[in-house]
């Protein structure tokens, strides 16, 4: 019995030093004592069906914020579509207004000695673009101010190409009444001024000033990275190829990849990608919100946390580091007139397992498909509000008078139990007096 209880007491002995040694990582809710104004917001989404020049990231609050097009800390990239980088779009920036020209002739004026560009429809549409070497095509709602004003400026830019014998044949396409010919040539914006070669979309489409002149220089430097009518004019060419830019003869990238940090007010607000112009009227019907989110957090944290966060964390339960959620999830869009919107539950987390550890901020989503009137564009929303809440992650360990109570405990019990029951023993099998 006195082996046995050493046995025992060593045992126990050993259990309570390693309990004593370990600490536990404890969790509890608070109201969140934060007082920081303001959240980083860090994001990176690719939308697969709108271009870079259409993409605008905007900003709202409850407190009244209101930033439209944003662009400090915002990049963009044109992806292909699978979703791969392809060209760096640069900078999130301003959008240059475009100069439209003012006329003294009306457009009826223009006519009078005929329509010098061809109005096309559905049955003469690919008649046009395949029996003529170079088309260039307006494709214009009536109800576009901006399509308004290029009327008499394209009617004026088609005379001169007829007057100067360049070979360019100009048409235009109204998309209200040929909607079958805009879906087909993928019209997202009006206006579109398309350039074909050969039968073939040539992309991306003319985004520079819609004048006569600028009209005309744009279609003479085309023809001179065009093989067989470079020498159209029986001229050499004295142009500097450094005057066309990279919109001009880039690759069609169809998608776009804009990533970057926020910092937005502590209050319920929202950040959506929408398609938008500030020179054109978008087609809503061709606006396809499909989108990947291949990272999206709240805090300084980020996609890449650093060394000192990375240790901290190993010592979290998993079920505790909810901080990218919606990371490399897909959220397609496959009709018309529609987008998802997603509904972010932010919640401040507090993880005092070692020290100068930031805020992180874990949060909860919920995404649903919201269907558009079909006059409106529609927009990936994000819309996002912070918990009074908090979670505090603690590590908590024993102290020394607890572990030397419970030593005293651990001898004293162990030498009292066995002791009754040895005495118990020594009863029941002690020899009986005759």
Known sequence: MSLLAMATMTLLFFAETFAFARTNVTTEIALDGNSEQQIQLNFNISLYAIQCDYVSLDVWDVLGTNRQNVTKNVEKWQIDEQGDRRVFNGLNREVREVIHEEHDETLEELHEDGVHAVALDSSSFDSFVQGNDIVFIDFYASWCIWCQRLHPTWEKFAEEIDDEDM??????????????ICRKER??????????????QVPPEYKGDRTVEALMSYAKRKLKTNDKHKNWDNKPYRGSRTHITAHETGPLNPGCQVSGSLMVNRVPGNFHIEAKSINHNLNAAMTNLTHRVNHLS???????????????LKKVPKSLQEFTPLDNKMYKTREFHQAHHHYIKVVSTHLNVAKDIPVLYQFLQQSQVVHYEAVNVPEARFSYDLSPMSVLVERKGRKWYDYLTSLCAIIGGTFTTLGLIDATLYKVFKPKKL
């Not at 019209?187 to 073939?200: I, N």
């Not at 709240?298 to 901290?312: H, N």
């Open 187 to 200: 019209v997202m914006a009006f206006p579109m001024l398309t350039w074909y070669e050969d039968g073939k």
């Open 167 to 180: 070979p360019i044949s100009v048409g235009a396409v109204d998309c209200v009444t040929q909607d079958s």
């Open 298 to 312: 709240f805090g300084e944290m980020g996609k890449y946390p650093t060394a000192k966060v990375t240790r901290a």
